[in-house]
């Protein structure tokens, strides 16, 4: 089940919220040792407090199972106050049409079907929904930073996106680069065509 969550429905969808903080502290503190602040369980950091929208798949029962986080680009985001470096000498992308995608995660406990091409049936519900919530606010782009191994994953999963800048080294070795997303019908359809073949119930373990 999708699941679109402005600033203004935080307070209804608070379960869910929640437990996409814990996942990202197991994900990117206890798994891949990223060095972010985590409090009570939780990773929240100051992107979450600025009006964020979440994108999120659950199994309908009030259980997550993989959660991203979407913010404008014309206000603080990753790339421009994180991840500057990547760009060189590039300018940040500032548009209103362009938005981030940060803070990708996919509960892989509880996700445990892939297709054939190995991609996470989860993951690509999530990318799905992604795009279409894109397309369906008018957007022309959407721009995100990741690592290089994620950067197959995605382009597997159906995301058609330039790489942007160029690969830098943070924490722990990560290899970090960054793309520009296209948004549009045939993206959207293409990743619909694929996520929406097995329901939540065949996705969740």
Not at 17 to 24: A, E, K, P, V
Not at 45 to 64: M, N
Request: hydrophobic share 40%; charged share 25%; net charge neutral.
């Amino acid at each position: 089940m999708l699941h679109v969550i402005s600033d203004a429905e935080r307070g209804e969808n608070q379960c869910l919220l929640d437990q996409m903080y814990s996942l990202r502290a197991k994900q990117f503190q206890s798994r891949r040792s990223w060095q972010v602040c985590v409090t009570n369980g939780m990773e929240i950091d100051q992107f979450d407090a600025i009006g964020a929208t979440y994108v999120i798949v659950s199994d309908g029962r009030e259980r997550l199972l993989a959660s991203l986080r979407i913010l404008p680009t014309i206000g603080q985001h990753m790339l421009a106050d994180v991840f500057p470096d990547i760009m060189g000498s590039e300018s940040i992308i500032r548009h209103p049409l362009i938005w981030e995608s940060s803070r990708f995660c996919v509960d892989t406990d509880r996700c445990r079907a892939y297709s054939a091409n190995g991609v996470n049936m989860a993951t690509k519900e999530l990318l799905h929904g992604l795009f279409r919530t894109a397309l369906d606010a008018g957007l022309i782009n959407i721009v995100s930073v990741y690592d290089v191994f994620v950067e197959r994953i995605l382009r597997r999963a159906g995301c058609k996106f330039d790489r942007l800048g160029r690969v830098v080294t943070y924490d722990m070795g990560l290899r970090t680069t960054a793309g520009l997303f296209e948004v549009s019908p045939s993206v959207v359809n293409d990743l619909a065509h694929s996520a929406l073949s097995k329901t939540a119930k065949d996705i969740a373990a």
